[in-house]
């Protein structure tokens, strides 16, 4: 049975840092492409950011590029997401997500993603 746990999400004030954390169990997380990504109250599910799973740079929202910083840590299958300079706008449900499909490119789009977590609150004060 695949799991995708989030963690650490929170209250936080403009300007602040957050790490998101995604533990998962049941598959060969290392080869897998895996992604994070948002839902505000109201609004669609919003892509933030993936890695594929060979590695490589990730790829990245515009609106969190250069704030957020998405890694992966294959031998503890965890997933990460780092949270600079946090705005009111980042206010969210984060869901990490997962390919059931191994071997293949990250993406943006939230429907090739067949593997998702119950998500973590991240709320950002002003």
């Known amino acids: 049975q695949v799991q995708l746990v989030e963690s650490g999400g929170g209250l936080a004030q403009a300007g602040a840092s957050l790490t998101l954390s995604c533990a998962a169990s049941?598959?060969?997380?290392?080869?897998?492409?895996v992604g994070w990504f948002r839902q505000a109250p109201g609004k669609e599910r919003e892509f933030v950011a993936a890695?594929?799973?060979?590695?490589?740079?990730?790829i990245y929202a515009d609106s969190v590029q250069g704030r957020f910083t998405a890694y992966r840590d294959n031998a503890k299958n965890m997933l990460y997401l780092q949270m600079n300079s946090l705005k009111p706008e980042d206010t969210a449900a984060y869901y990490c997500a997962a390919y059931r499909t191994m071997r293949l490119s990250a993406s943006s789009d939230y429907s090739r993603y067949d593997y998702w977590g119950q998500g973590t609150q991240v709320t950002v004060s002003s």
């Open positions: 890695l594929s799973w060979s590695g490589g740079r990730p």
């Open positions: 049941g598959l060969t997380f290392s080869s897998r492409a």
